[in-house]
């Protein structure tokens, strides 16, 4: 979603200057907010990715309780056999881990599950140890329960994030909510390659920038979200930031509707 935040920038701007009825000259705190926005579920939703793909290695993995790996992350499930419940995978990033996104990780990671993940009902709670995604310290509870599968036999889960916090090294903050859902379509079928995953999420987000202004965002249309290259496909996405309500942004056909006028940016 970041790479689509610079011209929607621009269009924010000639949006708000256009109409007569808002006096946003300079909307600067609407505009860091959205910033703040796409930078935060960015991260929640990699840690999504992240953290079940950590449990599927362990579920796959017959060889030692602790995975080791030069250019990875250390992997330790307790208690280590495909039958005891609940267990505990910890994620230790290290002193900072250059992953294959590109991203740098730093910190601990540890999801406690009761039962694996493809098993229905299951429910898998991350919490977090002095955790960063690159110079971003992380904060919250991350929950995922498996709901089964839907009508084409696709997993789907839901996602709730509660008391969510994104904060940068100058002591700015950002808070996060989210309760939402995620369906698997594609990528599945490999689970020791996250980097294949596509997946569809609904749901609504929330949540107060490091200046106070409070967001709230419903997904009208599921995204369509692609892991590698980073992309969302498809769908369409409401916003309110602050003063400013009905934001729409529409994947489906490259536009943003911004206090009544539609914009294509690209």
């Not at 009825?21 to 939703?45: C, D, M």
């Not at 793909?53 to 250019?71: F, G």
């Not at 990033?93 to 993940?117: A, N, P």
């Not at 698997?184 to 106070?212: C, F, H, R, V």
Request: hydrophobic residues 35%.
């Amino acid at each position: 979603m970041k790479k689509i935040i610079a011209p929607i920038f621009a269009l924010f701007m000639l949006a708000c200057q256009d109409n007569d009825a808002k006096v946003y000259e300079e909307p600067t705190a609407e505009i860091e907010t959205l910033n703040e926005y796409a930078l935060a579920n960015q991260i929640f939703q990699d840690i999504g990715n992240n953290g079940g793909d950590a449990i599927l290695n362990a579920e796959n993995s017959t060889i030692a309780k602790t995975s080791d790996s030069k250019s990875g992350p250390v992997i330790t499930v307790e208690p280590f056999d495909l039958s005891t419940f609940p267990k505990t995978t910890t994620v230790d990033f290290k002193d900072g881990t250059l992953c294959k996104d590109g991203i740098t990780r730093s910190g601990i990671i540890t999801i406690v599950s009761t039962g694996w993940y493809r098993q229905e009902e299951s429910e898998h709670t991350t919490t977090f140890d002095d955790y960063y995604h690159e110079d971003y310290k992380v904060e919250g509870t991350h929950l995922v329960r498996n709901l089964g599968t839907d009508q084409d036999n696709n997993p789907r889960y839901s996602v709730t994030i509660n008391n969510g916090k994104i904060s940068a090294n100058n002591g700015a903050a950002i808070n996060y909510t989210e309760d939402s859902f995620r369906t698997w379509i594609a990528g599945s079928d490999t689970p020791l390659n996250i980097w294949d995953d596509e997946y569809l999420l609904e749901g609504e987000q929330s949540g107060i920038s490091s200046k106070g202004i409070g967001y709230a965002l419903t997904i009208e249309e599921p995204l369509h979200f692609v892991l590698l290259p980073r992309n969302i496909k498809s769908g369409i996405l409401d916003l309110d930031i602050g003063e400013v309500n009905d934001i729409k942004l529409n994947y489906n056909n490259s536009t943003v509707t911004i206090l009544g006028v539609t914009y294509i940016w690209n």
